[in-house]
């Protein structure tokens, strides 16, 4: 009787060495590959921003411009117009042209860039310009041509007109009724691509 009992605690104390000893090891391996995760993901965010910042170096134009100073001009063929276009949307950049808002890119940089301008001087017939029509800027610093995707219809207080874009974006926006007298409430809006430099 004596010897099975031995047998028994023996068996039972192997049983419980083996299954702590899988236990021990499969911790360390979860942990193993958990680090080799965590060390892989790092890696990738930190190749992410170098492949980012080479692919901004690439569109970035090494150009700067002071408010007021004309970056060059809005050509739109739809409607035989030729604009000057200035750095600022100030009153004084918008009545001499068409203004470059100052916190987005300038035409031809990856991203969004925005202009805008008065509809009763500059934009009077932007209401005559749709999808798949041409807006080209002929910038101090190059020609950029892009082709206009779509047309919105926003509250003047809409801020999505300003949001980033994943890639090179000229969006030109108006005050909307282009008939409404006094201050409007809306914004015409052509959000184009750029398709050719």
């Given at each position: 009787m004596?010897?099975?009992?031995?047998?028994?605690?023996?068996?039972?104390?192997?049983?419980?060495m083996i299954t702590g000893g899988l236990y021990v090891a499969a911790v360390n391996v979860s942990k193993l590959l958990q680090g080799r995760a965590l060390?892989?993901?790092?890696?990738?965010?930190?190749?992410?921003?170098a492949v980012h910042a080479e692919k901004k170096q690439k569109t970035a134009i090494e150009r700067t411009f002071e408010s007021g100073e004309k970056i060059g001009d809005l050509v739109i063929p739809k409607i035989n117009a030729r604009i000057p276009i200035y750095h600022g949307t100030d009153e004084d950049e918008?009545?001499?042209?068409?203004?470059?808002?100052?916190?987005?890119?300038?035409?031809?940089?990856?991203?969004?860039?925005?202009?805008s301008g008065h509809r009763d001087t500059v934009f009077r017939k932007l209401g005559e310009v749709g999808k798949g029509d041409k807006l080209i800027v002929k910038a101090s610093y190059?020609?950029?041509?892009?082709?206009?995707?779509?047309?919105?219809i926003v509250d003047a207080d809409d801020r999505t007109v300003i949001v980033p874009k994943p890639r090179?974006?000229?969006?030109?926006?108006?005050?909307?009724?282009?008939?409404f007298i006094g201050s409007a409430p809306e914004r015409y809006v052509l959000v184009a691509d750029l398709i050719k430099t």
């Open positions: 004596k010897a099975s009992l031995k047998k028994r605690i023996v068996w039972l104390f192997a049983i419980a060390a892989s993901s790092q890696q990738l965010k930190e190749e992410k921003p918008l009545q001499k042209g068409v203004g470059h808002f100052a916190g987005s890119v300038l035409p031809g940089e990856d991203d969004n860039s925005v202009l190059g020609t950029f041509t892009y082709r206009v995707k779509k047309v919105r090179a974006t000229l969006t030109v926006s108006t005050c909307y009724p282009f008939d």
